[in-house]
């Protein structure tokens, strides 16, 4: 049985490790009424510390993301999206999109997040609020014509302009206010 230790939540007992999408996500119970999930960027942050095995498997996942990160930095994929109709075929070209890895502001958003308490995976298995709060910022980005670090410098406006009575308020209520509470944690996540 590994202990490990959190930030907030002091020590807790490991009742679940596994390998998903090439992360170790690590659930632990603390007291009787507090049960969390982890990615090994909670650890790599220092949110929450392991010994042993534990955190020499942690440490080989955090190398190996690394590795990965590094390389899809150094490349950007060019993928062709949906064929158009027929009629929208404009001189025979397929639009295309660009895929690029998350960039550091994005990443240290998530696990400010994940340090914060918020779970990446629900107790089935879903995506919880980490990775849905991760995306929402990035569709106002997409949205405002904005990167991640313009977006920091002006997300009082943007929060505004997405919250009650703002002129995006209608899309800042998408998904149960997933979109402006986002941003809310969002400026919390620059302010600190």
């Known amino acids: 049985m590994f202990i490990i230790q959190h930030k907030t939540y002091g020590e807790g007992k490991v009742i679940n490790k596994e390998m998903k999408g090439g992360d170790i996500i690590i ?3 603390f007291g009787e009424d507090k049960q969390c999930s982890f990615a090994a960027e909670s650890f790599r942050m220092g949110a929450v510390k392991a010994d042993g095995t534990l955190k020499a498997e942690i440490d080989a996942v955090i190398a190996a993301k690394q590795a990965a990160e590094e390389e ?5 994929r060019v993928l062709p999206v949906a064929a158009p109709a027929a009629s929208s075929k404009r001189h025979g070209r397929i639009p295309v999109r660009k895929v ?3 960039g550091a502001i994005q990443t240290q958003y998530e696990a400010y997040l994940e340090a914060a308490g918020y779970p990446v ?3 089935n298995g879903n ?3 980490v990775p849905q709060y991760s995306r929402a910022v990035e569709k106002v980005v997409e949205r405002e014509g904005l ?3 313009q977006l920091s410098n002006d997300i009082a ?10 002129a995006e308020e209608d899309f800042g209520n998408r998904g149960n206010k997933t979109v402006i509470n986002a941003l809310k944690r969002f400026q919390e996540f620059v302010s600190d």
Request: net charge positive.
């Open 157 to 166: 406006n943007i929060v505004q302009k997405y919250d009650k009575d703002g």
């Open 27 to 29: 659930t632990a119970q």
């Open 72 to 76: 899809r930095r150094n490349a950007v």
């Open 147 to 149: 990167s991640w670090s």
């Open 100 to 102: 690029t890895a998350k």
């Open 127 to 129: 995506l919880s609020t």
């Open 121 to 123: 995976f629900g107790i």
